[in-house]
């Protein structure tokens, strides 16, 4: 695979619905071997981490009330919202800098559908996708 | 075990994996709305703990969804609930990868590459709220989460690390 046929899939993935990584696994794995290949792939990717996780979610399941593990796990989640407040500023940053200025727009009507309105997440992106695609391919 | 839940495990996650474009981080408020408010399946701590759990878990942050499952219905939950979160759309990512390369100059297909980006950017900042709203009960941990969100825009340190650290102080029971 050179190095834009890599860009090409992840670019793909990106943009697929559902787990990118996921995705990816699959596109990159039919490039080599077709469904073999895609499933091969997939299962190499998610196969380690699902035994693993299953552990965890026993354990879990086991000690999830004691005081010190929700205190940990406390700890991570408020970490973790800061580093997916960090993707948001990522992501952000060249969209609100680009003259495309409709594009903060949609970002900003998904995110109060989602986190405001709490409406569930097909109705939302069934009506702003459309909306979104659309005036990219006008302001093109 | 009763096959009550297996259903609409599977019926959710396979329909939000169709919309989920962002992946894990943009289906959040989703995944909380269904399994907390609509299902009852966890309270709000048990889907912050399943988060957290997910992100330092080794592979892909969409496992969080095999930990929802787990929680539910045991294994044969985990294996529904992954199965429907990523089967629908590996079948699609296969199918579309065979034919995509062929359009990489269409306007239709830079349209909808470059549409779907703000929504996908609104779903992931609705996932922030919805975890921080879930999480943050404490001046403390709004802390922790604003000092890691400044530190994962300005470096690129491996994450892991702050999870070491904020799991540490949260023994404090500050948090």
Redesign the interface.
């Known amino acids: 695979m050179t190095a834009e046929e890599f860009n090409?899939?992840f670019?793909?993935?990106q943009?697929?619905?559902?787990?990118?990584?996921?995705?990816f696994s699959?596109?990159f794995g039919?490039?080599f071997g077709g469904?073999a290949g895609?499933a091969v792939a997939?299962a190499g990717?998610?196969g380690?981490?699902?035994i693993?996780?299953?552990i965890?979610?026993?354990l879990?399941?086991r000690f999830?009330d004691l005081?010190?593990l929700?205190?940990?796990?406390?700890?991570?989640?408020?970490?973790?919202?800061?580093?997916?407040?960090?993707?948001?500023?990522?992501?952000?940053a060249p969209?609100f800098r680009k003259r495309?200025n409709?594009?903060?727009l949609?970002?900003?009507?998904?995110?109060i559908?989602?986190?405001i309105l709490?409406w569930?997440?097909?109705w939302?992106?069934?009506v702003?996708?459309p909306i979104?695609?659309?005036?990219?391919?006008v302001t093109? | 075990m009763n096959d009550g839940p297996l259903l609409p495990l599977f019926g959710y996650f396979a329909?939000?994996?169709?919309?989920?474009?962002?992946?894990?981080?943009a289906?959040i408020?989703?995944m909380h709305?269904i399994a907390v408010?609509v299902m009852h399946w966890m309270n709000d701590?048990?889907f912050?703990?399943?988060?957290?759990?997910?992100?330092?878990?080794?592979?892909?942050?969409?496992?969080i969804v095999?930990?929802i499952g787990?929680?539910v219905a045991g294994?044969a939950g985990?294996a529904v609930a992954?199965a429907a979160?990523?089967g629908?759309?590996?079948v699609?990512?296969?199918l579309?990868?065979?034919t995509?390369?062929r359009f990489?100059e269409a306007?239709?297909r830079?349209?909808?590459?470059?549409?779907?980006?703000?929504?996908?950017?609104?779903?992931?900042?609705?996932?922030?709220?919805?975890?921080?709203r879930?999480?943050?009960h404490t001046i403390y941990?709004?802390i922790?989460?604003?000092?890691?969100?400044?530190?994962?825009?300005a470096t690129r340190i491996n994450?892991l690390w702050?999870?070491a650290?904020?799991?540490?102080?949260?023994?404090?029971?500050w948090?």
């Not at chain 1, 943009?15 to 995705?23: A, D, I």
């Not at chain 2, 329909?15 to 981080?25: D, K, Y």
């Not at chain 2, 997910?54 to 969409?62: F, K």
């Not at chain 2, 830079?110 to 921080?132: D, E």
């Open positions: 090409e899939a670019a793909l993935s943009f697929l619905p559902g787990p990118n990584v996921v995705n699959v596109v039919s490039r469904a895609a997939l990717l998610m380690p981490p699902l693993i996780v299953l965890l979610a026993m879990y399941a999830g005081e010190i929700s205190r940990i796990l406390v700890g991570i989640t408020a970490a973790a919202t800061g580093m997916l407040i960090a993707v948001v500023a990522k992501m952000a969209l495309w409709w594009a903060p949609v970002a900003i009507a998904a995110f559908g989602v986190a709490q569930p997440l097909p939302v992106f069934l702003l996708a979104s695609i659309a005036l990219a391919w093109r | 329909l939000l994996s169709l919309f989920a474009v962002g992946g894990a981080n289906a408020p989703e709305r408010e701590r048990q912050a703990d399943s988060f957290a759990i997910a992100q330092v878990s080794p592979g892909p942050n969409i496992i095999t930990l787990y929680h294994f985990a992954t979160m990523c629908p759309t590996c699609m990512a296969f579309v990868a065979r995509w390369d990489s306007r239709w830079i349209a909808i590459q470059a549409g779907l980006v703000p929504v996908s950017l609104g779903l992931i900042a609705a996932s922030a709220f919805v975890l921080a879930t999480a943050d941990a709004v922790i989460t604003a000092t890691t969100a400044l530190i994962g825009f994450p702050i999870f650290i904020s799991g540490l102080l949260g023994i404090s029971g948090l």
